[in-house]
């Protein structure tokens, strides 16, 4: 385990479907990262939280809730999604900024 | 806008042999660079990260370095190993917080 542990590891849901993804970060990080991974395409950044505070909304369809309830977890809350959603979701967190990453073994989700 | 290239997008090599990864970012004013390992269908495990004050690291068969003025870093993999093939990330942060990533370089080692 690299101290981010992400669950569940796989995901297949409808698109009527609600549905979390959950992060958890044992490092003492300070900030914390959602990035989407499609086929073909870089890492995209979602969301950056930092001190529980969102600081970073990358223009993300509202289908797409985040919430952070303390400096250790971070959830991903998924709603009414399309099948162009499926991807892998990466959690990832770092002590702040100009530090390096640590990144989850990611959610492979399936939206049908 | 950053954007970060990497070459090539695919390589193929044999056992033994010493190669280079490149990659380039169009805004030199980064914070720092870090390279990634994924396997298929894994997470990303970070192999080295290199501050903007820095020229290179290095762990054990891997070398990076960083020439921030001309927007570039080489990863070397030496004595190249069949457990190196993945897909190797290139990513750079300038201010704030968001990392930057190229596609990535697809490795594989054939024994």
């Known amino acids: 385990e690299t101290g981010v542990t992400q669950t569940p590891r796989h995901l297949v849901m409808g698109m009527t479907n609600k549905k979390s993804l959950k992060c958890e970060q044992h490092l003492g990080h300070n900030a914390m990262y959602w990035y989407k991974q499609s086929a073909k395409k870089p890492l995209e950044l979602m969301f950056v939280y930092s001190l529980e505070e969102r600081v970073e909304n990358n223009s993300v369809p509202s289908r797409f809730s985040p919430e952070c309830p303390n400096s250790s977890h971070l959830f991903l809350h998924l709603h009414t999604l399309q099948p162009e959603d499926s991807a892998l979701y990466l959690c990832?967190?770092?002590?702040?900024?100009?530090?390096?990453?640590?990144f989850g073994s990611g959610t492979r989700l399936t939206v049908v | 806008k950053q954007e970060v290239t990497q070459i090539p997008a695919a390589l193929s090599v044999p056992e033994g042999e010493n190669l280079v990864l490149n990659c380039s970012f169009t805004?030199?004013?980064?914070?720092?660079l870090q390279w990634f390992r994924q396997d298929p269908g894994k997470g990303l495990t970070s192999l080295l990260l290199i501050q903007s004050s820095q020229r290179e690291q290095t762990s054990g068969r891997l070398n990076a370095s960083l020439d921030k003025s001309s927007g570039r870093s080489t990863l070397y993999i030496a004595a190249s190993q069949p457990g190196d093939s993945a897909t190797y990330l290139c990513?750079?942060?300038?201010?704030?917080?968001?990392?930057?990533f190229g596609k990535g370089t697809s490795l594989l080692v054939t024994p």
């Open positions: 990832a967190s770092s002590p702040g900024t100009g530090y390096g990453y640590t």
């Open positions: 990513a750079v942060t300038n201010s704030g917080y968001a990392l930057n």
């Open positions: 805004d030199s004013a980064i914070y720092n």
